[in-house]
Each structure stands twice: as C-alpha cells, then as structure tokens.
C-alpha cells in the first residue's frame, strides 16, 4: 500500500481446535487507525470463477462511498485508483492480496476507483460503504484501461467481465469530481 488513505489491515484471528474468532469491524479500532467512517450499508459477492474482475467501480459525489473490503472466502487480488484531481499519485493504482484465510482487509476511501480480480473459485467478497448506493452517481474506469496499466493476474482473454464493465469509459476521458 503506497496510496496514500489506502490502508491495509490485518484483524489478529484466535483458532483452537473447534476453528477461529475474529473481530471484523470495531469502529474505535479504526478510527484510532484513521478510518472514522460510519458504515452505512454491507455488501457481499459471490463469483463463481477464477479470474473474475469486478470493476474498476466508484460513486461520484454527493454519493461518494469509501469502502472496507475483505474476503470470506477464496482470494482476491484488490486494486484502489486514485482519482483525486491534483494528488501526487492521481492515476496511479496499488494493489493488495485478500484472502479469507489471512483476514486481510483494505480501506479504499471516497475519491478512488475500486476493483478486484478472483484467484480462486467461488470467492466471496463483503464490503462496508459509508454511503448509499446511488445509481445517478454509480460510475467506472474500464479494468484494462492502457494508461492505467494495472498488473492484473489474469490475461484479457481469460478474463471474465460483466457487460457493463466491459464498456466503461478510459482514465484518458475521465474528468475527476473529486479534489485532494
């Protein structure tokens, strides 16, 4: 994580023999960590394939959503795009690795284009975002955006895209709503 609002975090998991416990989410946890978001809705995806790729998705304002995203099950490879207008990392991307085993989760605040790629069968995705969605402000980037050039782990013919993703517009016709 090099982005800077993006934050990767790792919840401590407590196993004995009969399985584990994991606190999620604790609101004064991460705000102490710089997330004081009130979550106002949960999410959560099921994509049956490898190689899926949902994204690269955002909510223009006055409906910007940050979002906290981590893997139920499977693994993921999570991609965050800054489109804050005048950031010194504005078009760039980072990425991280999500698994439901690691626990792992990332905070993508508003102002950031947000997707993930499958690495495994039948993963599960939950999400919290601190706004409803909106769908006049639903809005996207298409994934294999050249000047983007994101490291995705899955060639484009092996890719498995909705429509509606397939068709999102480039980064190079992008007028951002969001500043620094």
Sequence with gaps: MVLEGVKLFRP??????????????????????????????????????????RGLHFQRPPAAQAKLVRVVRGAIFDVAVDLRSGSPSYGRWCSATLTGDGGEQIFVPSG????????????EVAYKVDCFYSPSCDAGLRWDDPDLAIAWPVLPVDAAISDKDAVLPFFKNFVSPYGT
């Design 112 to 123: 950031f284009a947000h997707g993930f790629c499958t690495l495994e069968q039948d993963t």
């Design 12 to 53: 401590k998991k407590f196993a004995d023999a009969r399985g584990f416990f994991c606190e999620t989410f604790n609101a004064q946890t991460y705000a102490e960590a710089g997330v004081a978001c009130v979550f106002v809705q949960d999410n959560q995806s099921l994509s049956r394939k490898a190689g899926t790729i």
